[in-house]
């Protein structure tokens, strides 16, 4: 049974989220926002028909972004329906079940190498000029939000402090920025983006090193396309599973 995550249910479906790259994504929104508002959505499905047994999943929805916290085993088809139901053609960013084809990976810090210095980062700076870097990398395989429904995503997760992001500049100006999402115990790599040409000249790694300084003591995830792998391998992640979507 799937049924809306409330205050009653909130910390069970915290502790499950915990120790998972999904499950980081989602409860970093769902501390960000809570259960009440009506553009950010959290379900958990159960064990069983009445929904009394232990969560098997756990689900977000923020805006038209969907995501799926899933470990173990779980009713896989009642999810698929479920998905299908709320998303129908966009479907939802969810672990890889066995013996399926992903669309990217899921990758680990296992052990941190590549720690190139990143004293000329800029830790949480203007939320503009995050956005002026993913604007320069339009077209190239990286999605760009609106700039509001960025802006304000990025107000409520930094008071919330489920949210830190770099940038480094060149000649003054952005030239790359990263983010990572936080949770207890948990981070998630989920954005880094360079202009493109200013790319192979360490401003992206710089980036990297940045975030991954803010996450000691936590145990950092990303997950990339395949093409991206030996850019992440460098740093000391390794691959530990599969994304679709």
Same mark, same amino acid.
Request: glycine residues 8%.
């Given at each position: ?11 069970? *479906? !915290? ?8 499950? =980081?994504? $989602?409860? /970093?929104? &769902?501390?960000?926002? %809570? ?34 916290? *899933? !470990? ?8 698929? =329906?479920? $998905?299908? /139901?709320? &998303?129908?053609?966009? %479907? ?154």
């Amino acid at each position: 049974m799937i049924k809306m995550i409330d205050q009653d249910s909130f910390e069970a *479906a !915290k502790q499950y989220c915990q120790g998972d790259p999904f499950g =980081c994504r $989602i409860l /970093a929104a &769902m501390l960000a926002y %809570g259960t009440d508002k009506p553009f950010a959505l959290f379900w958990a499905q159960y064990e069983g028909e009445d929904g009394e047994g232990a969560i098997t999943a756990v689900i977000s929805r923020l805006d038209t972004a969907m995501t799926v916290c *899933a !470990k173990g085993t779980y009713d896989t088809e009642e999810l698929d =329906c479920f $998905i299908q /139901a709320n &998303m129908g053609y966009f %479907g939802a960013l969810r672990p890889a079940r066995e013996g399926e084809s992903s669309n990217g990976l899921v990758m680990r810090l296992a052990n941190r190498l590549n720690t190139v210095s990143s004293s000329d980062a800029e830790i949480n700076p203007e939320i503009s000029d995050i956005y002026a870097v993913m604007e320069e990398c339009a077209g190239t395989g990286f999605e760009v939000p609106r700039f509001d429904d960025f802006y304000s995503d990025m107000i409520y997760r930094k008071k919330a402090k489920t949210v830190c992001s770099a940038i480094v500049r060149a000649e003054g100006m952005p030239v790359a920025c990263g983010a990572v999402h936080l949770s207890e115990g948990t981070a998630l790599l989920t954005i880094c983006a360079c202009v493109p040409e200013n790319r192979r000249k360490g401003y992206a790694s710089k980036v990297v090193n940045a975030l991954l300084d803010k996450c000691e003591g936590r145990d950092v995830y990303l997950m990339c396309m395949p093409s991206l792998h030996d850019f992440y391998a460098r740093f000391g992640f390794l691959t530990t599973g599969g994304f679709v979507y």
